[in-house]
């Protein structure tokens, strides 16, 4: 993989274990565990966004929290810039955090209800000691108000979140991640709470965002069509690993993975003339407490053969910038 | 004659504030057999809609005009005593958000017989019990979820088990409030599959509201696009996706990403969507209009045919 990377991920694992009651634990001696992320690498480059994708319980959300150390791994590692920074305390993680930020699903519950948009804004700001004195403050919430386009400033500047539309909402979240001037920013679903006819609205602000600032973008989404539009490459997750990598192109058009495959092929297309082609895979996601063995997929695979049942597949390069982890595709 | 017939339906919600006006003269038909897509953004009313066909409105809705007639069955005036003839056993509904619609207290088997016994007096539990594992089959659950509780089924299996709920007493109509939201894409596919399926094999006439266009693309025959509690525009799904005609569906349909299609800058509408206690004077959309004179902003534009079978409200369509 390219050298010129903002965020390089080395076989990272998150386990979750799970809580019992004490005569549950006396029962067994196994502890049990919730393989929410387990053992995937990826980098995010300069100015790339770059897009993980799946269904609910793929671990994709526990991946982004992870890699801004909003949460520790199990194992593996995670560099940032080239600099190791998976055992980094919270003391000396702080002056990263303004590097790294991250924009939250939900507009209606990410924003403190009772503090105005300046102060929402201004918070990473003060914490993170940037700006001296209130003066600079308002300068600078200014400035990020009107590259997110809520004009005039001075009009939403006192305002409350209640005060405020879901896009505009999301707009706030947007500036408050990036007056930081972060390097990196994880987008968790950014738009799946808003309406349809403004959620184009936001991937572009997102998109001229990376333009102008700088930035590289890890974006989040169970939303394939979005994803095209919106990513350079993208990864598709399932159960805590990644199934493929690709560019954009290379996912929707020439994806090797049964597990891809299923998945665009369930996304409908607003256009009566191309039907949904007749759905391959049934049932839903296993239980990551206990994957089945082998490549996870097996269970729903149409393709599925004897190997598959018994060794998991790694993820092998294909083509130029195409990866792919599955026994039948190669 | 069409089966279910909504002319100029209103439908209030009296607040403190004031009336706010949720479904304001809207009218479409459905055939018998059809799949009919209500879509908009949230809040322009297409809930509502469902509400007022089959009466279950909150306390301050009231439907203030209009008619919906299923076949010669002015529903509007009929009694409540009458109409517990029609919900279930000619309409149904499937509820948005599959996670919270089924009692958590029962089981699946217990909820759709309660739906059965409710509604036909002839039948006795067990040949209600028999039918409900029939109608599980149908939607493609194993019988022994039966005895399942809402919190050990997964969100696609409580969706499925909705969907054999509504079917209970063979209904005519069935409508389904974004059946899709809310799942993965995956189970959204198996759920549409399912509502397909069944819609073919019992001739069931279908209202599916979604704010998603593509999943009215994939499955519908008409659709109706709803605006601040207007339809701005009808018309079946080929016509309206190839030459959509009202700026708002045009636009619209621009927001929808295609995975199939070259990769662009999608684009959205500007503004967002009015304030239905205080609605712009006017066209509603004429706001967030690209192409508004100042005609829109004075006379609100009526649903007019601007081609066979494709009705706009719209002045740019018509001299007026």
């Given amino acids: 993989m390219s050298e010129d990377n903002v965020v390089k991920v080395i076989n990272l694992r998150k386990w979750f274990p799970i809580r019992r009651g004490f005569f549950q634990a006396l029962l067994s001696r196994k502890e049990l565990f919730v393989r929410a992320v387990d053992g995937i690498s990826f980098d995010v480059r300069r100015r790339e966004v770059f897009c993980l994708a799946g269904e609910s319980g793929s671990g994709k959300t526990t991946t982004g929290r992870l890699v801004i150390r909003v949460i520790d791994p199990t194992s593996g590692q995670i560099f940032f810039k080239g600099k190791n920074i998976t055992s980094l305390t919270r003391k000396d993680i702080k002056p990263l955090r303004k590097k790294m930020q991250?924009?939250?699903?939900?507009?209606?519950?990410?924003?403190?209800?009772?503090?105005?948009?300046?102060?929402?804004?201004a918070e990473g700001l003060r914490i993170q000691n940037i700006v001296n004195g209130e003066?600079?403050?308002?300068?600078?919430?200014?400035?990020?108000?009107?590259?997110?386009?809520?004009?005039?400033?001075?009009?939403?500047?006192?305002?409350?979140?209640?005060?405020l539309s879901g896009g505009q909402r999301q707009r706030v979240a947007v500036a408050r991640t990036f007056i930081l001037n972060p390097e990196f920013v994880v987008a968790d679903e950014p738009i799946s709470m808003l309406d349809v006819s403004i959620r184009a609205e936001i991937l572009n602000l997102f998109l001229d965002l990376v333009e102008k600032l700088d930035v590289s973008i890890l974006y989040i989404t169970h939303d394939l069509a979005t994803a095209r539009h919106m990513?350079?490459?993208?990864?598709?997750?399932?159960?805590?690993?990644?199934?493929?990598?690709?560019?954009?192109?290379?996912?929707?058009?020439?994806?090797?993975?049964?597990?891809?495959?299923?998945?665009?092929?369930?996304?409908?297309?607003?256009?009566?003339k191309s039907r949904r082609t007749k759905l391959i895979v049934k049932g839903e996601i296993p239980s990551p407490i206990n994957p089945p063995s082998g490549c996870r997929f097996h269970t729903r695979c149409p393709v599925a053969g004897e190997s598959c049942h018994q060794k998991e597949p790694e993820l092998v390069k294909i083509d130029n910038e195409h990866y792919v982890a599955c026994h039948k595709a190669i | 004659m069409s089966l279910l017939n909504v002319e100029n339906l209103k439908t209030y919600y009296f607040t403190k504030r004031g009336p706010v006006k949720a479904v304001d003269d809207v009218s479409f038909q459905v055939e018998e057999g059809q799949a009919m897509g209500l879509?908009?953004?949230s809040g322009c009313g297409k809930t509502t809609v469902a509400l007022s066909i089959i009466k279950v409105l909150p306390s301050r809705g009231k439907i203030v005009g209009g008619k919906v007639s299923l076949k010669n069955l002015d529903i509007t005036t009929i009694p409540e005593k009458q109409m517990k003839n029609v919900r279930w056993k000619r309409i149904s509904l499937v509820f948005q958000g599959a996670m919270n619609a089924l009692d958590p207290l029962y089981s699946l088997g217990d909820q759709i017989v309660e739906a059965i016994l409710t509604h036909e007096s002839k039948i006795n539990k067990k040949e209600a019990m028999n039918r409900a594992e029939k109608l599980l089959q149908l939607v493609g659950i194993e019988r022994n979820r039966l005895k399942s509780y809402p919190h050990e089924l997964s969100g696609g299996m409580r969706q499925r088990g909705l969907i054999a709920m509504a079917l209970a007493c063979n209904p005519e109509l069935l409508i389904a409030d974004e059946p899709g939201t809310a799942l993965d894409v995956i189970v959204q596919a198996q759920v549409l599959n399912i509502m397909e399926d069944l819609r073919r094999k019992l001739n069931l006439a279908v209202i599916l509201i979604t704010h998603d266009l593509s999943i009215i693309a994939d499955t519908c025959d008409k659709v109706a696009i709803m605006y601040a509690g207007k339809v701005v525009e009808h018309a079946s799904v080929s016509d309206l996706f190839e030459e959509p005609l009202?700026?708002?569906?045009?636009?619209?349909?621009?927001?929808?990403?295609?995975?199939?299609?070259?990769?662009?800058?999608?684009?959205?509408?500007?503004?967002?969507?009015?304030?239905?206690?205080?609605?712009?004077?006017?066209?509603?959309?004429?706001?967030?209009?690209p192409y508004a004179k100042s005609l829109c902003m004075e006379k609100e534009p009526s649903a007019q045919m601007a081609k066979r079978e494709h009705s706009v409200a719209c002045h740019l369509y018509h001299d007026t």
């Fill in chain 2, 39 to 41: 879509a908009g953004e």
């Fill in chain 1, 102 to 121: 991250m924009v939250f699903q939900d507009p209606y519950e990410s924003l403190n209800p009772r503090r105005t948009v300046r102060d929402i804004i």
């Fill in chain 1, 135 to 163: 003066k600079e403050v308002e300068e600078n919430v200014t400035k990020i108000l009107e590259d997110v386009k809520l004009v005039p400033p001075t009009e939403f500047l006192l305002r409350y979140p209640h005060e």
């Fill in chain 1, 231 to 272: 990513c350079h490459r993208i990864a598709v997750m399932y159960l805590g690993k990644i199934m493929e990598i690709g560019t954009s192109e290379q996912i929707v058009y020439e994806h090797l993975h049964p597990y891809t495959k299923a998945l665009i092929s369930a996304v409908p297309v607003p256009d009566p």
């Fill in chain 2, 246 to 289: 009202h700026p708002y569906t045009q636009g619209l349909i621009q927001a929808f990403p295609n995975i199939k299609s070259r990769r662009t800058r999608m684009r959205s509408i500007p503004g967002s969507p009015p304030d239905l206690l205080d609605p712009p004077m006017g066209c509603r959309f004429h706001p967030r209009c």
